[in-house]
T-cell receptor, first 113, second 111 residues
């Protein structure tokens, strides 16, 4: 089983739609969680961190469920420019490795006019 | 606007040849990472350094890959000899605390 799993999609949605992605992780010692965004043929970029209490950044809402070991990303009022691959990322807690991030393979989103 | 830079951006080579990829991390970042991305495997961590010391290279095939940081402004990833299965995009990233900033990647094709 992969340490971080995501539905690869693609999710094809019309502009203005609300879309949600889920991600599950297997290591219960994981301490930090993130969503990265990767445009086609570009590098990944941090979209937002995911906090235990849930957090919102404009049209984007991230939530963490530690008991069930899943993370979600909700995008409201989707724009054409939201089309990208969204990578779920988990930082391992054990070993004191502050930078050791584990990336999911990503969920592809395509927003259509 | 500080960025991670990588060279070359594209590399096509024949199997058996040596390939060297270079990365200039963001000034002041103390952690540098090398990743490989393929459609099949996604993003895989190959190696990373903190304060120029190698901390983890368990993701790297040791027989042909090597990673070094000769100084704080340069990280290198070398493949010798290269094989077709090494074809991928190789990303360097640098970080401070939890966020990692990725370079534009080197797209390697080994024929």
């Amino acid at each position: 089983r992969k340490e971080v799993e995501q539905d690869p999609g693609p999710f094809n949605v019309p502009e203005g739609a609300t879309v949600a992605f889920n991600c599950t992780y297997s290591n219960s010692a994981s301490q930090s969680f993130f969503w990265y965004r990767q445009d086609c043929r570009k590098e990944p970029k941090l979209l937002m961190s995911v906090y235990s209490s849930g957090n919102e950044d404009g049209r984007f809402t991230a939530q963490l469920n530690r008991a069930s070991q899943y993370i979600s990303l909700l995008i409201r009022d989707s724009k054409l420019s939201d089309s990208a691959t969204y990578l779920c990322v988990v930082r391992r807690g054990a070993g004191g490795s502050q930078g050791n991030l584990i990336f999911g393979k990503g969920t592809k989103l395509s927003v259509k006019p | 606007d500080a960025r991670v830079t990588q060279t070359p951006r594209h590399k096509v080579t024949e199997m058996g040849q040596e390939v060297t990829m270079r990365c200039q991390p963001i000034l002041g970042h103390n952690t540098v990472f090398w990743y490989r991305q393929t459609m099949m495997q996604g993003l895989e961590l190959l190696a990373y350094f903190r304060n120029r010391a190698p901390l983890d290279d368990s993701g790297m095939p040791k027989d042909r890959f090597s990673a070094e940081m000769p100084d704080a402004t340069l990280a290198t990833l070398k493949i010798q000899p290269s094989e077709p299965r090494d074809s991928a995009v190789y990303f360097c990233a640098s970080g401070q605390n939890y966020e990692q900033y990725f370079g534009p990647g080197t797209r390697l094709t080994v024929t």
